[in-house]
């Protein structure tokens, strides 16, 4: 989340375009990182997802921006906000929608903030509404329910399967401060933002903030049972900082684990640099034999995947299945400790559907493009994020374009319009299309066939190919090979799979269609319809 100065990425060629668009400030400033200089590849064996069970390697998140999500209790409304949604949506809303979400065989919730943000007294309803400026980090905002909720939220999550995550704030918050000491006395040093910035940051140059923010870190772990933080502007911190908390996070888990628990006990850390692989690598994961945190989200891969289906914020599109192993694309750029979370969109990103639309894609493709470009996620090592309304292919009317003028005066700037109503058959008004209908229930046969996969989360990755339209891998670990192909394409393509590169083998498997290929000379002939994904198991 990016307030007063927020970021998203357009990638030119080998670097990395940075440009603003703040909800609290509205303005626009554009600098181009240098050509990311990748660093030694490790073995493969090395890597945090490759071949190593991991239960976080196996994420299937599912990103709720809880005040535009649902609305589950008319009468805490407040109905203000950035973006297009009609801000009411609370805890209650997403108890109610839990069903809904586990239906998509994702194993995890993110919640943005939901800590009290201090509304109507810091002079911004809007931004406070986000949660991402708070004013008390041990109690949630009146706006979204109560403490009590949250803990019923976390245990009906728990019930069905889900791990939580919460949105960890530490870098910054309202401009009121900090209302009151944590329960256990303490409060963190603050300092001014500058000029135009609409809170306060943490200051720490002063061990009370650190001390604080562990507090916060390891109390919803011990008291609320949660199973990990996503870490909202994590540069705002030192790799110190993010050490001392991870191990405040860890230690809490493996306590929880050791008397027994179920849940609560995985830790994980998901820090958010939105910007370019050398910033991801040195400001979130630092070296690999001083590691900081264990994810970042993969953002030059997010932008790769836009330009390679649709077109990206700035309109950038149409490059092709090369950009999707461009140099500042690899995982390699990342130490051997990193797991990248790779999404599609989120709350400060366009949705993939308005940027379909940007671009001037063919509407017969739409769905195809949705599918493919899911099906990129379900194949990719290490942890995955979906935005709520991705299973849905949603879009918000009248936003293709990008607004114009003064954006973040209509609180319409591309990093808000994303923020739409939340769509939950059966909780909210929404009735699904047919043409939605079909792609969240092959949403959720994908995630069940990743889940089943190992190869799929944390699989070596063999490229195969990314030229032209077709990009392929073979996913491996000790027990199975998995063959993933995408056609980026709108035209028919075919490819030969590489006999030498498989096992030992009779056959290649479709997971999906259960077609059967059968293992003869020196390649397998794989047709890739227009627009499709496929992945095809050695038999």
Not at 2 to 24: T, V
Not at 113 to 120: E, H, L, N, Q, T
Not at 215 to 220: C, K, L, M, P, T
């Amino acid at each position: 989340m990016k307030q007063g100065k927020l970021r998203h990425g357009a990638l030119l060629g080998a670097a990395m375009l940075l440009s603003a668009c703040g909800s609290g400030g509205g303005s626009t400033e554009t600098e181009t990182q240098p050509p990311v200089v990748n660093p030694p590849s490790p073995p493969a064996s090395a890597r945090a997802c490759y071949g190593t069970d991991l239960a976080a390697c196996n994420l299937r998140i599912y990103q709720v921006m809880v005040e535009s999500f649902v609305d589950g209790n008319g009468a805490a409304n407040y109905g203000v906000g950035y973006g297009p949604s009609r801000h009411n949506g609370d805890l209650q809303g997403i108890i109610q929608s839990l069903d809904h979400i586990k239906s998509l065989n994702v194993n995890a919730l993110w919640l943005t903030p939901v800590f009290d943000s201090c509304a109507g007294q810091g002079g911004d309803d809007r931004l406070d509404a986000t949660g991402y400026f708070a004013c008390d980090f041990f109690n949630v905002d009146p706006n979204f329910g109560t403490n009590a909720e949250l803990k019923t939220l976390v245990d009906e999550a728990h019930k069905r399967g889900l791990y939580v995550l919460l949105d960890g704030v530490f870098g910054h918050v309202n401009t009121v401060g900090v209302s009151k000491p944590s329960p256990e006395g303490r409060l963190p040093a603050l300092k001014s933002g500058g000029a135009g910035y609409p809170g306060q940051l943490v200051d720490y140059g002063k061990p009370e903030s650190l001390a604080y923010f562990k507090e916060v870190a390891r109390y919803w772990v011990e008291q609320y049972g949660i199973d990990g933080w996503r870490l909202d502007q994590a540069y705002q911190l030192g790799l110190d900082d993010w050490r001392a908390i991870r191990t405040e996070v860890e230690q809490a888990s493996a306590a929880r684990k050791a008397a027994g628990q179920q849940w609560g006990t995985l830790g994980y850390l998901v820090g958010e640099v939105w910007k370019g692989a050398d910033e991801i690598r040195s400001e979130a994961y630092g070296p690999s034999d001083k590691p900081a945190l264990p994810s970042a989200f993969d953002f030059p891969l997010r932008y790769g995947l836009v330009q390679a289906l649709a077109v990206e914020e700035s309109g950038k599109g149409g490059q092709g299945a090369g950009v999707l192993d461009a140099s500042w694309n690899k995982v390699e750029n990342y130490p051997s400790h990193a797991m990248p979370n790779l999404m599609l969109g989120n709350h400060d990103l366009v949705r993939f559907g308005d940027l379909l639309q940007r671009g001037n894609f063919d509407p017969a493709g739409y769905w195809l493009r949705h599918k493919a470009a899911l099906s990129f996620l379900a194949a990719r090592s290490g942890p995955i994020t979906l935005y709520y309304g991705e299973e849905f292919g949603d879009e918000v009317p009248g936003f293709a374009k990008q607004v114009s003028g003064d954006c973040a005066a209509q609180g319409l700037c591309d990093d808000h319009v994303a923020r739409s109503d939340g769509k939950v058959p059966g909780v909210t008004d929404f009735v699904p299309s047919s043409e939605q209908a079909d792609l969240k229930a092959w949403l959720g046969q994908l995630l069940a066939l990743r889940a089943a996969h190992p190869a799929l989360y944390q699989g070596e990755r063999v490229k195969l190919v990314a030229d032209g339209s077709v990009y392929g891998d073979i996913k491996q670990t000790a027990a199975e090979q998995v063959v993933y192909l995408l056609n980026v394409s709108s035209t028919p393509q075919s490819y030969g799979v590489p006999v030498g590169k498989l096992r030992s083998g009779s056959a290649l498997v479709d997971l999906q269609s259960g077609e059967r290929l059968a293992i003869g000379g020196s390649s397998v002939t794989v047709e890739l319809p227009p627009l499709s994904g496929r992945f095809l198991l050695l038999q």
